[in-house]
């Protein structure tokens, strides 16, 4: 009896990592979401991706589906331009932590500061 990986005892851990592969740029003869050089080849790729995730029955991809159908014009607008928020929901993130550490701080001035300092 030889020996075998997980992947190959568990069907739906298979079909699962299989669904990761599809997403990612990994060679096997498909066309990749990410890859993708524009919008419109994106939407296609990323239709079938979505389409391919509702076949398998997964219940670990039902959010992400849902998540990638409401999203679906904006993901594929990420293709065609450069621009992200990601630095300003960085910063976000930042002040909000702040802002629960300082929690009880008397000095707004002070507070402000200490923001300014933190997101330099």
């Known amino acids: 009896m030889g020996s075998k990986s997980l992947t190959d005892i568990i069907e739906p851990l298979k079909l699962a990592y299989r669904l990761k592969e599809l997403f990612y740029c990994v060679p096997c003869g498909y066309q990749y979401v990410l890859s993708q050089p524009n919008k419109v080849r994106a939407a296609k790729s990323l239709g079938e991706w979505i389409r391919r995730a509702e076949d398998s029955n997964l219940k670990e991809f039902k959010s992400c589906i849902t998540a990638f159908n409401n999203w679906f014009d904006e993901i594929c607008n990420s293709f065609d331009y450069p621009w992200s928020n990601g630095p300003l929901e960085g910063t976000h993130t930042k002040i909000k932590t ?7 701080m008397k000095n707004f001035n002070l507070f402000r500061k200490r923001i300014m300092f933190a997101c330099k």
């Open 98 to 104: 702040l802002k629960r550490n300082c929690f009880g």
